[in-house]
Nanobody
Framework: QVQLVESGGGLVQAGGSLRLSCAAS????????LGWFRQAPGKGREFVAA???????YYVDSVKGRFTISRDNAKNTVYLQMNSLKPEDTAVYYC??????????????WGQGTQVTVSS
């Protein structure tokens, strides 16, 4: 079974930083594209960032210059480094994986999420 487990969420003040991690198992990690999505209270799921099998990255405009997605294939882990956090970044963050990701998708497998709360 494919499993994605997020970690690293928490409570930070505006302007702070946080690094999310997502550990994957049950898949050939290097063959998958990976992404991060978020869901804020009362809102739908939003694409945040993705990284392809070959390392190309994609970001929603609102996080460009602040967030960085990266992957460590040796550790089967994808990261989301979040800097200059804003209250509007508050959401549950989910990682996702797909075997044929180009840009924002498609993603076939999802983690259960980690809460990020940014106070003003």
């Amino acid at each position: 079974q494919v499993q994605l487990v997020e970690s690293g969420g928490g409570l930070v003040q505006a302007g702070g930083s946080l690094r999310l991690s997502c550990a994957a198992s049950g898949l050939t990690f290097s063959s998958y594209g990976l992404g991060w999505f978020r869901q804020a209270p009362g809102k739908g799921r939003e694409f945040v960032a993705a990284i392809s099998q070959n390392g190309a990255t994609y970001y929603v405009d609102s996080v460009k210059g602040r967030f960085t997605i990266s992957r460590d294939n040796a550790k089967n882990t994808v990261y989301l480094q979040m800097n200059s956090l804003k209250p509007e970044d508050t959401a549950v963050y989910y990682c996702a994986a797909g075997p044929r990701v180009v840009g924002r998708g498609p993603f076939d497998y999802w983690g259960q999420g980690t809460q990020v709360t940014v106070s003003s």
